[in-house]
């Protein structure tokens, strides 16, 4: 009877309750809502269910995160190993492919004023650089902050990884992807409060038709100037433009298939899991990573308020031709800001269509972001 009565007690003290902590069920409760927002209300699921998920195993089993130097055995834990392609840029490139072979570029070849609407949105990178400055991060530490304000989530990894800032990675990686998957609902009062409901009416003339040369030639060409001004974005340049090359080419159907879908599905699940792995109660209860989610906030709203801003410019300037609220297109979140530009626009004139027409920004604010980190990279002598 002892010896089931020992086995027993052994048995229960091995169960979760004797072993988290107040902040590991803080930290459960909050994945349970992102799975909610994510399931329920159905906000951007392929980021937040995988995210969410990995936040609640973490939490729960901490040690799904032990890394192979403190096992004692050798053998790290399961999402470490995933943990460690974010860490190497691996996950991040991929995205970037994935994105590149499902998203049309004609848009932004067709009006390439929408490289300006793009890098304006790139304020709220700088803006939260320096708010990270003056809060007391390190310059590489603010550096990798403020990728958020373009609300880029493998940008994010990309940049903090490089720049050696893996201990800050969690809450930078969380609050970039949670901000993607809430341009929803951020977006529109920022974009309402500065537009007038005559500027959202606005209608835009029809884009011209974009050859299939121009849109094989653009991928290479890009890839060139870029890469050749900033070496450092080649990673993700270089992946973003060779997805939309298997695109465009037509040649190399399989590889464009595989690119958009099964490959990509199956790194947004190694990279959400991870990222959302790193949110362990020790690592993400604290002072600083409530200082990055807050800055990460105002700078995506910065980024929003820039590139609609621009927008009301370029507006006046073409007398009318262009609607402001493809400005708020040129943070990074493809095709999600682009989907709110059209919503919002709909909302003033359900006649108006300027989906296709925000792409062209949004496009450019994925080019932008990249070389964005290209340029701190170049700054901190990072290759």
Known sequence: MSYIADTLENLVHQTAFFNLTWGNYVMIAVACVFLYLAIAKEYEPLLLVPISFGMLLVNIYPDIMLSIEDSSNGVGGLLHYFYLMDEWAILPSLIFMGVGAMTDFG????????????????????????????????????????????????????????????????????????????????????????????????????????????????????????SLILPTTAPLVGMLMLGNLFRESGVVRQLTETASNALMYIVVILLG????????????????????????????????????????????????????????????????????????????????FLLMHAMGPNVAGVIGTAVAAGTFMAIFGVM
């Open 107 to 226: 848009p932004l070849i067709a009006n390439p004023k929408s490289f300006l609407l793009g890098a304006s949105a790139q304020f709220g990178i700088f803006a939260a650089y320096l708010g990270a400055m003056a809060l007391g991060f390190s310059d590489k530490a603010a550096a990798a902050i403020s990728i958020i304000g373009g609300a880029d989530g493998p940008t994010s990894i990309f940049l903090a990884g490089k720049l050696q800032q893996t201990a800050i990675m969690g809450p930078i990686a969380v609050a970039a992807y949670s901000y993607m998957s809430l341009v929803p609902i951020i977006q529109p009062p920022i974009m309402k409060l500065l537009t007038t409901e005559k500027e959202r009416k606005i209608k835009m003339e029809q884009l011209r038709p974009v050859s299939k040369l121009e849109k094989i030639l653009f991928p290479i060409i890009v890839t060139i100037i870029v």
């Open 273 to 352: 899991t991870s990222v959302g792995a790193t949110t362990s109660a020790e690592a993400f209860l604290n002072w600083d990573t409530i200082k990055i989610v807050v800055l990460g906030l105002v700078a995506f709203c910065f980024g929003t308020a820039a590139g609609v801003l621009f927008g009301k410019l370029m507006c006046k300037v073409t007398g009318g031709k262009v609607n402001p609220l493809i400005g708020s297109a040129g943070v990074s979140a493809v095709p999600m800001a682009a989907r709110v530009s059209q919503k919002v626009g709909a909302e003033a004139d359900p006649t108006n």
